[in-house]
């Protein structure tokens, strides 16, 4: 089974993470930009996070052989602050690297005016970058939340099929469908979804425009939660086909549209032939 | 140079690149997406094609631009400005805080980013306990010596005490030491 994760905090997590995550067929990754848990307050913060996520978090990628991305914005919780508010401004440099696939997370959390502005703004930037676009639900008010967020998306221009709207559930997964988007799922330990219900939605809806992601970050998560969906899927009859879509070709074809996914190289980044590259991360 | 290296450009004029085509745009947008226009294809004098124009854009920058390009830049950006150095234009135009940079990338544990930072430009501008702490992180790191553009010529007694008390301690751990270290045991 090899899995490509769509969205995993990698940042907030252990090197045994890596390797379970190695050990069990992920190859690849998308690791969104968003919260920390502490709140940040000033723009020196996020400049310091968006360089640790195209350059020290994918160099430790690297050392288990899978490939790492990401992508990059103001998130929504953030976006209230007026203290971070200028991260807008430092976006550009970022949206123009290799590394980054997509803009996001961006959506709403609160569904504030100030979120409003820094939503609107940051779908102006993904036209601008010809990115995808990776939209946040908000956890409270999600089906409110999920329309209104479909209405921004429709208003903005940016195509529909350029766009994922996550952390979808049984309430929220029929308006995204009909609305053209991709849907994304994140399936956790006791909240969101999980391997079981997910089942049934991949069931009701098929296997095309979903992406089954771990979400995992600092809080209870498990990064082979996109594992143990596969083998729910087995265990309920879909082929493993089926599964490689789901897992593998369907994230593969969302952030291909950025024209920036790099999976040549899924192997270690060796810098010299017979080195060990883990032994410097340790030093 | 050592033995086996082709001859190294010593300008961007020599690279055989052309960035006109960037001309007006901004450099903190053109400098990081520039692998997706012009490719990463060897040109066979060492650089790549993205490296090259790099470089080149790199002459054409200001001091205080490139040290923003370096902040701003992700592992492949700062590889490229590290390399860049050994240019005479961008040494030129780089100015003094070319060392910043340098210091930069070796307080990392990036293994690709020390190894280049140890090229031609650290051979001249690093000083020598800069130098000798550089070298002994790339023992540590893994580096092979035979990428430090310095070495042996720059290597002296204090660096051949600080290689021994390594090498000591890796015995004394029962663990192996790096081959490449030998010839600086010795005598």
Redesign the interface.
């Known amino acids: 089974m090899r899995i490509f994760d769509p969205h995993i905090h990698m940042t907030s997590r252990t090197t045994d993470d890596y390797a379970a995550m190695a050990a069990h067929g992920v190859r690849a990754l998308v690791e969104p930009a968003f919260w920390l848990g502490q709140p940040r307050t000033s723009v020196g913060s996020f ?1 310091d996070y968006f ?1 640790a996520l ?3 978090e ?2 430790r990628a690297s050392q288990f052989g899978i490939r790492h991305h990401c992508t990059i914005a103001l998130n929504p919780k953030e976006a209230n602050d007026p203290r971070c508010r200028e991260v807008l401004d ?1 976006l ?3 949206l ?4 980054v696939v997509a803009v996001g997370e961006v959506g709403y959390d609160s569904m504030t005016p100030e979120e409003d502005e820094v939503f609107a703004a940051q779908l102006e930037l993904a036209k601008r970058f010809e990115l995808p676009v990776l939209v946040h639900t908000p956890h409270r008010d999600k089906a409110a939340g999920t329309t209104r967020t479909l209405d921004v998306v429709r208003e903005s221009g940016v195509p529909a099929e350029l766009v994922v709207v996550d952390h979808l559930n049984e309430v929220t997964v029929k308006e995204v469908a009909d609305s053209g988007c991709w849907m994304g799922f994140s399936i956790y330990p006791d909240t969101k979804m999980d391997p079981d219900r997910m089942v049934v939605i991949l069931q009701q809806f098929g296997t095309e425009r979903i992406l089954v992601n771990s979400a995992a970050d600092w809080g209870t998560s498990d990064p082979l939660r996109t594992y143990a969906t596969g083998q729910a899927m087995l265990a309920a009859g879909f082929t493993e086909d089926d599964v490689d879509q789901v897992l593998w070709r369907n994230p593969v074809a969302f952030y291909g549209q950025s ?2 996914l790099d999976l040549s190289d899924a192997a270690a ?1 060796d ?2 032939a017979g ?3 883990l ?3 340790r ?1 | 140079m050592k033995p086996g290296e082709v001859q190294r450009p010593g300008t961007t004029a020599a690279l055989g690149v052309d960035v006109s085509a960037f001309a007006g745009r901004p450099l903190a947008e053109v400098f990081p997406a520039i692998t997706r226009t012009v490719g990463k294809g060897a040109l066979g004098n060492g650089w790549s094609a993205d490296e090259a124009a790099r470089a080149k854009l790199l002459a054409q920058a200001s001091a205080a631009e490139i040290a923003e390009l370096y902040r701003y830049g992700d592992t492949t950006e700062k590889l490229a400005i590290l390399k860049a150095l050994e240019l005479e234009d961008v040494e030129q135009a780089v100015g003094a805080q070319g060392t910043a940079l340098l210091e930069d990338a070796i307080r990392t544990n990036d293994q690709r980013l020390l190894a280049t930072a140890l090229g031609p430009y650290a051979t001249r501008h690093l000083n020598t306990e800069a130098f000798r702490q550089a070298v002994l992180k790339c023992v540590f790191a893994g580096v092979p010596l035979a990428a430090v553009h310095g070495l042996p010529a720059r290597a002296d007694d204090e660096l051949r005490r600080m290689m021994a008390d390594f090498a000591a301690e890796r015995r004394a751990a029962g663990r192996s030491v790096p081959l490449d270290l030998q010839p600086y045991l010795e005598g």
């Open positions: 400049v360089d195209i350059g020290w994918p160099f430092v550009p440099r970022y123009a690297k290799d590394g024209g920036r980044e810098t010299f080195n060990s590259i032994r410097g991360a030093s």
